[in-house]
């Protein structure tokens, strides 16, 4: 009975430590990072009555008989399972998701422990809330040989958090960019070929690195770089231009000689528009991308310009390559050169509608004579328009181009001197040109003949000559020759004879005829006429002018024109009732319409011819001036036959008019005169001088009038094409006719832009904007937008893509920033199109597939100065610093120890562990390496007390201590029995 007592005592005494373990374990439910433990029993002591017996051939065996002695505490396990996190967001927490503890350092002894509740001390040292042991870990640097990466100290130091530690200023040196350029969209501007062009070419079994760039003259319009890879000689060979082509496919190329190959062969295919160097083909075709401007002169000949346009800051340059005229060469002027135009740029990347542009040329280079070309940007600002002006190209006309220019009509042959002496012919030169009659007027010519043998006798006779036409080559007109048939005197050389008139002279007629040729009427003597020495015939001429209208009186009203030297009397126009003018009317010129109509006003409207009260008008639509009757409003009489030629002058819109310097009409064409607005508007005559000469229908020399429209100098020469013909030439600057136009397709275009620093830490905005060049093409420009004193190098480039929309050349490109303007230093950087500077794929970097832009910069590795104002604690245990200039660093790594047998690890209190001998030796790591867990900063980790199952073991442990007291309390209750036997 003592037995069972003790077995008892022995099994209330164990379950009492089983509810101190589940107490304490319930106790410590909400603490962190607490291990709860779990009671092993073990039986104590057995009393053996028998030991076992081996079974015999007659026996079966027979097992020990044994009486147990109790219950005691085997083990008290401590169990390490994984707690839950709770989130708390302080910086300062962390919680180890899988195997390790921290690693603490405190009074000289290092503990480890599961509770990550940290807090910044005095010293800016990580350690433990509540016990201030430190958290211990290891320091990083910044890897020298590559500032990615860090270097991990090996021995253990207080984790410190130096908070208002300054991070020094970082140059950028990489810019990396991806995703996408929109191939759908057409190309952005003519830019001849643009900067940055260059590709690797095996040459005769050489590497060489080949570049093309734009020169500045014609001479050296494009330059080829060639730099040998191996020893890096480099040849430069100027191409010049030398025309403008249309290969079959109808692109336009321009025509290029090397002007030197420096011993390379050379050649650059305009058909194909490869440039053949050595036995290599470089598609430099590809690359151009020229406007064709096409100009049609006045013979028909076509010129053909290729326009390009640069971007220079806000400042678009327009340059017209092609036929040039130099002026300094007398003996070979015709060249190639460029006319170039700076046009202003808006902010929002339109042209400035309001520029003033002038064309800007090389020294005494000049548009070819025929044309000139002027530029002007659209109304919206998206487009640039070239204009050409076709210089004029006129011959005096086979009709008057406005009215005589020398007196009268007709009358002007009564200019024609007598002639006294003996002759064959008598001549009136000149003095039926175009100038003087119209197209089917009929002029009554009056022939006079006088001799004196001491009374004058006088004989006339008239013939009446009819315009039928004029001859193109020489302006004169022809004419029909209707003799009359009166007589004039003659002297046979023994009597005084009469003679009528013929067509050929015979003995008893004189003969006249007209030449076309040289507007000559030739009045030839009878056969056999012979003139005295004493009193020879004289001869004189006039005309009676050409016949308006029969008045109502019966009588005949003729007319006659006069052209002034002014405006107001511009034409005057008379008509005849009898000898005298009946009425003298002014035509006043006020200009000429834009469709090319003379716009004349009477001097005055009304009138009286005859006893008839007659009104004026003027139609400039038909050219055509009226006389009708004021009181019925007949027309009497109309006269449309003065064909004027127009033409536009820089603009504005002139009268051309021809005339001649001599009486009469004769060498008519040799004055030209342009009506039209001076360069204040008013309309006057502009004459040009004695330099340009007209001489059997041909022009020669120059002459010049100045202060047309626009202040321009015209300069009258002789059409190279066609002597007969006079070209007015001016450099223009308004009006001419559309050919071709530039338009700015900004939806063409995309940027990006980027923070990005120089070496003390300022921060520049850095913009490349990337413009489509052509197919698979496109440029790039780098630059700093809001500091365009800072000069950048090496600043534009090309990216060329496959067919498949991938980058194909240049994936990388290095500018130059020169930040030594601002008291930095000068920097170099890498512009990543590839993906390579994040470590990607060439698809993950620039593409250029049909979607929309969405090309930006994705990383850059500059930064300002910064100060530590945060931190945090990455999965791996490094603890990263938070500066200012949104930088991180890395400062520490947290260390983990992991032990053999955590559950062999001393609990000290305070949720700490030390070693213990049956611990093992902590293995000290990094998280996430050679077995430790993570680290989850903002959460600390729970106690893993389960309280359903601590509620179940104090359940048990209460029912086990029950029992036990029982048996205790039974034992008493026998022996007491046992005691009562003996009473």
């Known amino acids: 009975m003592l037995r069972s007592l003790m077995s008892g005592v022995t099994g209330v005494r164990s379950h009492q430590t089983y509810l101190d373990v589940v107490g304490n374990n319930v106790a410590n439910v909400n ?16 009393q053996t009555s028998s030991g076992a017996s081996a079974p015999t051939e007659d026996l079966g065996g027979i097992n020990p008989t044994q009486v147990g002695l109790g219950v005691k505490v085997g083990a008290i396990q401590t169990i390490h399972s994984q707690g839950n996190l709770d989130y708390t967001g302080s910086r300062n927490d962390m919680a180890i998701s899988g195997d390790g503890y921290f690693v603490l350092e405190g ?8 509770a990550g509740a940290f807090t910044l001390d005095g010293e800016g040292k990580l350690a433990q809330s509540g016990t201030g042991y430190r958290l211990q870990g290891y320091q990083l640097t910044v890897d020298s040989s590559d500032p990615t990466k860090y270097v991990q100290t090996s021995t253990l130091a207080d984790i410190e958090i130096p908070m208002g530690q300054k991070m020094e200023a970082n140059a950028t040196t990489t810019v990396g960019y991806r995703c996408n350029l929109d191939s759908r ?3 952005y501007l003519p830019l001849g ?7 690797n070419v095996t040459l005769l079994g050489e590497a060489y690195t080949a570049s093309v760039s734009e020169g500045e003259e014609a001479s050296n319009f494009l330059v080829l770089r060639l730099e040998n890879q191996a020893d890096g000689t480099v040849d430069e060979i100027e191409l010049k231009l030398t025309g403008v082509t249309q290969a079959t496919d109808g692109t336009y190329y321009p025509v290029l000689e090397p002007v030197d190959a420096l011993g390379h062969y050379v050649n650059f295919n305009t058909e194909t528009g490869m440039l053949n160097v050595d036995d290599a083909q470089i598609p430099l075709g590809a690359y151009m991308n020229y406007e064709p401007v096409t100009v049609t002169d006045a013979n028909g000949d076509e010129t053909t310009y290729l326009a390009e346009v640069t971007e220079e800051g806000n400042t678009a340059i327009v340059r017209l390559w092609g036929a040039a005229v130099d002026t300094s060469n007398a003996t070979d002027p015709d060249t190639f050169d460029y006319f170039e135009w700076r046009v202003p740029r808006n902010d929002d990347g339109t042209f400035d509608t309001t520029a003033v542009l002038s064309v800007v040329t090389a020294d005494d280079i000049e548009f070819p004579a025929t044309h000139s070309v002027l530029l002007e940007v659209s109304d919206d600002g998206q487009a640039l328009r070239f204009k050409a002006n076709v210089n004029p190209t006129y011959a005096p006309s086979g009709r008057n181009s406005v009215v005589s220019k020398a007196g009268t009509t007709l009358a002007s042959l009564s200019s024609v001197p007598t002639y006294t002496g003996v002759q064959d012919d008598f001549t009136l030169s000149g003095s039926l040109s175009a100038s003087s009659v119209a197209e089917g007027d009929t002029v009554t010519l009056t022939l006079t003949t006088t001799y004196d ?11 009446d000559l009819t315009c039928t036409g004029f001859d193109d080559a020489t302006g004169f007109a022809t004419f029909t020759v209707t003799p009359g048939t009166d007589t004039l005197y003659y002297y046979d050389g023994s009597a005084w004879q009469s003679a009528g008139l013929a067509a050929t002279a015979d003995a008893t007629h004189y003969g006249i005829a007209y030449d076309t040729g040289t507007g000559q009427l ?4 009878p056969t056999g006429a012979s003139e005295p020495a004493a009193n ?4 004189a001429a006039f005309a009676t002018a050409p016949t308006a209208y029969t008045s109502s009186s019966g009588n005949a009203v003729r007319y006659s024109f006069e052209e002034g030297a002014t405006t107001d009397d511009f034409i005057t126009l008379s008509l005849f009732d009898g000898g005298t003018p009946a009425e003298t009317v002014s035509l006043q010129f006020k200009g000429v319409s834009a469709d090319g109509e003379v716009i004349l006003v009477p001097s005055t409207t009304t009138g009286t011819v005859d006893g008839t009260d007659v009104t004026y008008g003027y139609d400039p639509a038909t050219s055509t001036f009226t006389v009708k009757n004021t009181d019925t409003g007949a027309t009497l009489w109309s006269y449309s036959e003065f064909n004027f030629q127009t033409t536009e002058i820089n603009g504005g819109q002139y009268l051309v008019d021809f005339g001649s310097s001599t009486a009469g009409g004769a060498n008519y064409g040799d004055t030209i005169t342009l009506w039209g607005p001076n360069a204040q508007g008013t309309m006057e005559p502009f004459t040009f001088g004695t330099g340009l000469t007209y001489s059997g229908g041909a022009y020669s020399g120059s002459a010049q009038v100045t202060g047309l429209t626009g202040g321009v100098t015209v300069t009258a020469i002789p059409n190279p094409s066609d002597s007969r013909k006079v070209l007015f030439s001016y450099e223009s600057n308004a009006g001419g006719t559309q050919v071709a136009s530039v338009t700015q397709n900004l939806a063409s275009q995309h940027s990006s832009k980027v923070s990005t620093y120089d070496t003390l830490g300022n921060e520049h905005t850095l913009e490349v904007v990337w413009q489509k060049v052509g197919n698979n093409l496109w440029s790039w420009t780098a630059y700093l937008p809001d500091e365009s004193t800072i000069p950048l190098q090496n600043n534009t480039g090309i990216l060329r893509f496959t067919s498949d929309g991938k980058l194909e050349m240049g994936g990388t490109a290095e500018i130059g920033i020169s930040y030594s303007a601002i008291g930095a230093e000068d920097a170099t950087v890498t512009l990543d199109f590839s993906g390579e500077s994040f470590d990607e794929e060439p698809i993950e970097g620039v593409t250029q597939f049909g979607s929309a832009f969405s090309t930006k910069a994705y990383t850059q590795d500059g930064y300002e100065m910064g100060v530590l104002e945060d931190y945090s604690v990455t999965s791996d245990g490094v603890i990263l610093g938070v500066y200012s200039n949104d930088q991180s660093r890395a400062l520490s790594r947290v260390a983990l120890a992991l032990f053999a047998n955590p559950q062999g690890l001393n609990k000290e209190g305070d949720t700490v562990f030390t070693a213990s001998a049956n611990s093992g030796l902590p293995q000290i790591g990094s998280p996430t390496e050679g077995g430790a867990g993570s680290i989850s900063g903002g959460n600390l980790e729970m106690s893993n007390v389960d309280l359903t199952e601590e509620f179940v073991r104090l359940i048990l442990a209460q029912r086990g201590f029950q029992a036990n007291a029982r048996v205790i309390t039974t034992s008493d209750d026998v022996l007491q029995e046992l005691i009562n036997l003996k009473r």
């Open 31 to 46: 603490t962190t990072g607490f291990k709860r433990s779990t009671v092993l029993f073990q039986d104590l002591l057995y």
């Open 107 to 114: 009074l000289g002894e290092t503990v480890y422990s599961r």
């Open 185 to 187: 969209v057409d190309p």
């Open 193 to 199: 070929v643009p900067d940055g062009m260059e590709m």
């Open 453 to 463: 043998d001491g009374t004058a006798t006088t004989q006339s006779a008239t013939v």
């Open 522 to 525: 030739t009045l030839t003597q």
């Open 536 to 539: 020879p015939v004289s001869v």
